[in-house]
Each structure stands twice: as C-alpha cells, then as structure tokens.
C-alpha cells in the first residue's frame, strides 16, 4: 500500500509539480492538495495522511500556524518548502520548533545537479518522514507543544525502515542506552554531527548546558547557507554558552559552540592549545555535504587526537561515520542518538553498526550524559 500524502501550497504550479514528482514513486500517493493552511488543517484531520508537504507564506493561515494546528489536533510527519531567505531560513526554524520534522528549499532544484535528482531527493525524503507516520501518530499525541524554551517534546519516533541498511540488527544488549559512571577521560572538545531532526535535536541539547561549559564545542549540521546564521543567532539567543556561525581564524574557547556555515567545509587547525577554525571553500564532488561531519571530525582527529568526545545525532546517510572512525583511531570517543529518538536513524546507525559508537543513548539524556563524562562524574 502506498503512503499518502497531502500537497499544501497556494501555487497552484507548486503543487501539480509536487504532485508530479511525488507520483512517479509507486511507495507515495498524493491523495490530495490544498490551497491554504486552514483548508490543510481540515484535510489534516479528514483524510489522514501519513506525510504532509508544506508551504510557509499562504493565506488565510500560514505554514507556521497550520502545522501547530496539526500537531495539536493530528500529528502528522510534516516536511516544509523554505525560501532560501533569511526571513525563509528564521521561518523555517520556527516550523521545526512547531512540529515540522524536516524541510527543503521550495526551489529544491537549487541543491540538486539537475531536475533528475531534484525529484529524486524530494521522493526520498518524503517517503522516509512517510515510512515512519504510522509508527509515529501514539507518540505525537502523547506529546505537548514545543516552546520557544522547551523543546522536549520533538517526537520520540522509529523508523519501520532505516536509512543505512545491515545484514543483522544491531542488538541493544551490546549498547549502553544510558551513562551509567564518567570515564575519568580528559577532553578539549566536544564534537557534535547531525542533519535530519538536528536543528531541535541541537537545541534540546545545547540549551541544557551551563554557562561555565568547560570545552570547546564544533557543531556540523547540513544546513543551507542562508540558513546557518540565523540558525546560530537562534541558538545564542536561547543557550547560556555562546553560540556562532563559524568564521575563517576563530579560536576555539571553551564555553563557545561554532555552527558550520552552511555550503563550505569547517576544519580545525593549529595546535591543541591554539586551535583555531578555518573555513573553505570545496568544490569537490567526491564529498557530498558542505559542510560534512566527516571532514570537521577528521580534521579534530589530527589536532585534538582522542581529547574529543564525539557525537552523532539524527541524520539521513552515513556522514560522520568516516570522520568518527578517525577520532576513535586516535583514542577518541563516540557516542549515538539512539533510534527511538532520531527523526531519521541514519548517520547514528552508521556509526552504530560499524562498531564505533560506545554508547547509543536518548536524545532525553545526552546533554547531562555529557555532562556527567566531562566533569568525571
């Protein structure tokens, strides 16, 4: 059976292309479209869907207030289309912080090589929100609205079809679910990778720490360019420690998170007790993200050697399982968001299945499991 879904926008070009795309997968249904988010809301609660595509600026109601609409009445996995704006990216966030699980630039060609893969990225992702909305729709209810303050209420949901594939499951017996006692490990940096679900996933985690946190912090989330800035501004205006958009020659200070900018690749350099960030431009198309987990966590690798404590959180694919490797290589060590909490268990399954990840843990619990490790109990 098909997954369905509901096409929101009031373009009515939008959403016929939407449609278009999304039906040449025979796993997705669009089983109807709306012009508004009232009529969304009404189509919401009638026809059920698993997955809902939304627009953000429509009349009547916008994208923002329909999907808390939603989420309070019928939860439902959203995926958003964003203007590649500031105003679009400071939107968007506030979508996620209502509910919203994932989202695309609504030119979502812009990210793609061509129209090809454009489409091919839209049905991924919409069908990897879908496979999960039947599973999903007990815990959703069960939740209360995000706040601006408090966002412990993101959906605790799990995946009927993970992203990164095995040949055996992974079995919890193997993996710690929570930090029973610190190691007594030294660390100079905390190192955090993520992409799908991450924006709330972060903030969950960031907004817990003290001011005094005492390391460093590099945070790598796929984001687009125009998005990053606004998304450091948010979570500086709502954690204790300082939160930045990295730039080119920052040194790293304990106390200070640095956001990757969106399109280029973030390295640590120098030494470290002199670690300073350097921000590059990369045309390569080996490497696939900009900025990529892989490439900030291997360049912490050969600075900080096993002084990091390395997390992956919620993502699609596989990023941050190469770069983690390295850093455990060194002594390092590694931590996952566990499945039940990601939004999609992708990049922590990767991790997972390799063997690198000590611990697998709930998104509930990482910010006092870090803690608890770095201050040695």
Same mark, same amino acid.
């Given at each position: ?72 009445? %019928?939860? *439902? ?6 203007? #590649?704006?500031? $105003?679009? &990216?400071? /939107? !968007? ?47 959703? %209810?069960? *939740? ?6 408090? #966002?412990?209420? $993101?959906? &605790?949901? /799990? !995946? ?60 790598? $989330?796929?984001?687009?360019? !125009? ?151």
């Amino acid at each position: 059976m098909a997954y369905k879904v509901l096409v929101v926008d009031d373009s009515s070009f939008f959403r016929r292309r939407v449609t278009d795309i999304l039906n040449k997968d025979p796993q997705l249904e669009v089983i109807d479209v709306a012009v508004n988010g009232q009529e969304a809301v009404e189509k919401a609660l009638a026809l059920k869907p698993d997955v809902i595509t939304m627009d953000i600026e429509m009349p009547v109601l916008n994208g923002i207030a329909a999907v808390k609409q939603i989420m309070a009445q %019928s939860p *439902t996995a959203i995926l958003m289309f964003s203007s #590649l704006t500031h $105003q679009g &990216a400071k /939107s !968007t966030l506030e979508a996620l912080e209502a509910g919203a699980l994932d989202f695309l630039p609504k030119k979502f060609s812009e990210i793609a090589q061509n129209s090809d893969e454009a489409g091919s990225l839209l049905r991924q992702r919409v069908a990897q929100l879908a496979s999960k909305s039947g599973l999903s729709r007990r815990s959703l %209810s069960s *939740t209360r609205p995000a706040t601006r303050r408090d #966002l412990s209420t $993101q959906p &605790a949901m /799990s !995946t009927r079809k993970s992203i990164a594939s095995s040949s055996a499951p992974v079995s919890s017996k193997k993996l710690g679910s929570v930090l029973k006692s610190a190691s007594g490990k030294n660390y100079s940096l905390l190192a955090i990778g993520t992409s799908t679900g991450g924006p709330v996933a972060l903030q969950k985690i960031l907004t817990q720490f003290p001011q005094d946190f005492p390391l460093p912090i590099i945070l790598i $989330q796929h984001m687009p360019a !125009t998005f990053t800035h606004a998304f450091a501004n948010r979570l500086n205006s709502l954690c204790k420690i300082n939160v930045k958009e990295a730039s080119n020659g920052d040194v790293l200070k304990p106390g200070c998170a640095y956001l990757a900018p969106g399109g280029r690749q973030m390295i640590i350099a120098g030494t470290e007790n002199a670690a300073k960030i350097k921000i590059i431009d990369d045309n390569s198309a080996k490497i696939t993200f900009k900025p990529s987990v892989d490439v900030s966590f291997g360049s912490a690798a050969k600075i900080y050697g096993g002084n990091v404590l390395g997390v992956i959180l919620t993502g699609m694919g596989a990023d941050g399982r190469e770069g983690s490797r390295m850093l455990k290589a060194k002594g390092a060590t590694i931590w996952a968001q566990d499945e039940q909490s990601c939004v999609v268990y992708g990049m922590p399954q990767a991790v997972t299945i390799a063997g690198i990840s000590q611990l697998s843990l709930p998104l509930d619990v990482i910010s006092s499991s870090i803690s608890k490790e770095i201050k040695h109990g």
